[in-house]
Nanobody
Framework: QVQLVESGGGLVQAGGSLRLSCAAS????????MGWFRQAPGKERAFVAA????????NYEDSVKGRFTISRDNAKNTVSLALNRLTPEDTAVYYC?????????????????WGQGTQVTVSS
């Protein structure tokens, strides 16, 4: 049973940066495609970014392309999401998730393991 724990969220001004991390126990993250999703108040949980397990190919939601970067550190068994040039529209709870399929898929139902989330709040 893989357990995921996110960290790194917080309050930041518009234009600022944060780095989210997702640490795993009970499994090796290099065996999974890893994704980040976010859920804003009153909205459904939505795809942000993913990195495929074998070839490391990445996939981003259009509004974060060029601002967010997903990466993995297999030695530390962690996945990170660097958030730059943040806007108030990026305010949400951010979740990491693990999928067994080898593609950087955007579909929420493809992800089997989920963390509890970390809050990101961007003030204007």
């Amino acid at each position: 049973q893989v357990q995921l724990v996110e960290s790194g969220g917080g309050l930041v001004q518009a234009g600022g940066s944060l780095r989210l991390s997702c640490a795993a126990s009970g499994g090796t993250l290099s065996s999974y495609t890893m994704g980040w999703f976010r859920q804003a108040p009153g909205k459904e949980r939505a795809f942000v970014a993913a990195i495929a397990k074998n070839d490391g190919i990445t996939n981003y939601e259009d509004s974060v392309k060029g601002r967010f970067t997903i990466s993995r550190d297999n030695a530390k068994n962690t996945v990170s999401l660097a958030l730059n040039r943040l806007t108030p529209e990026d305010t949400a709870v951010y979740y990491c998730a693990a999928a067994r399929i080898p593609f950087a898929i955007r579909t929420r139902s493809a992800y089997y393991y989920w963390g509890q989330g970390t809050q990101v709040t961007v003030s204007s």
